[in-house]
């Protein structure tokens, strides 16, 4: 047998960055503006049809509703990936639940506490794709990575992970947040490069 045989090979990664993505070992944090002073003692959680309020959680209400743990890679439209990042929090299927309904319309904004919206399509939050994140690696989030809380939507580009995550509101129809009024992609799949309008 020859010596090739035997040799190591680093696993193809290749295949887990979408188009134009650089793989990175860091965690870059990236922000809108300053990161705000938010603890979990002041944090609450509002879900919204329009304007109209229909649940709110208090810090310990929705720390005991059920947890789960993912690991997912994500991407940023600023092209950097990082793959098998290990998450804990609360699933948006398990949110609504707690709330006792069914999403009412196809659409949602996602609120920060800085002023940041993120539209989503409802699908996109449903059937495990997404989760209101608390911890990272194991630790409870930074305020740099949007701690307390932040929302996880991996499979879009990260901007739609919204940090310091304080709402959902849900709306008649598309209604475009902070970056997508300003050029970005309504959607934000990587794999089809929807960074900036409707092309890409």
């Not at 993912?70 to 439209?77: A, G, L, P, Q, T």
């Not at 008649?172 to 490069?193: I, N, Q, T, V």
Request: contains cysteine; glycine residues 8%.
């Amino acid at each position: 047998m020859s010596g090739s045989d035997h040799r190591d090979h680093a696993p193809d990664l290749t295949a887990r960055l979408p188009p134009r993505q650089v793989l990175t070992a860091k965690f870059p944090v990236m922000s809108m503006d300053a990161t705000p002073a938010l603890s979990a003692a002041d944090w609450t959680l509002t879900l919204k049809h329009g304007v109209r309020p229909l649940k709110r959680w208090d810090w310990a209400a929705f720390s005991a509703l059920p947890r789960q743990r993912i690991v997912r890679d994500i991407h940023c439209v600023t092209r950097w990936s990082k793959l098998d990042t290990a998450w804990e929090g609360v699933a948006l299927d398990d949110l609504l639940a707690d709330a006792g309904l069914a999403a009412p319309t196809g659409f949602l904004l996602a609120h920060s506490a800085d002023g940041y919206s993120t539209n989503l399509a409802t699908a996109d939050l449903l059937d495990g794709r997404a989760m209101i994140a608390t911890h990272y690696d194991g630790q409870p989030l930074t305020p740099a990575h949007g701690g307390p809380a932040r929302l996880l939507v991996p499979h879009l580009y990260f901007w739609k992970s919204a940090k310091w995550f304080t709402g959902l509101q849900f709306t008649a129809r598309e209604e475009a947040g902070f970056w997508e009024l300003r050029g970005y992609h309504l959607r934000g799949d990587p794999w089809k490069e929807e960074r900036f309008g409707e092309g890409g």
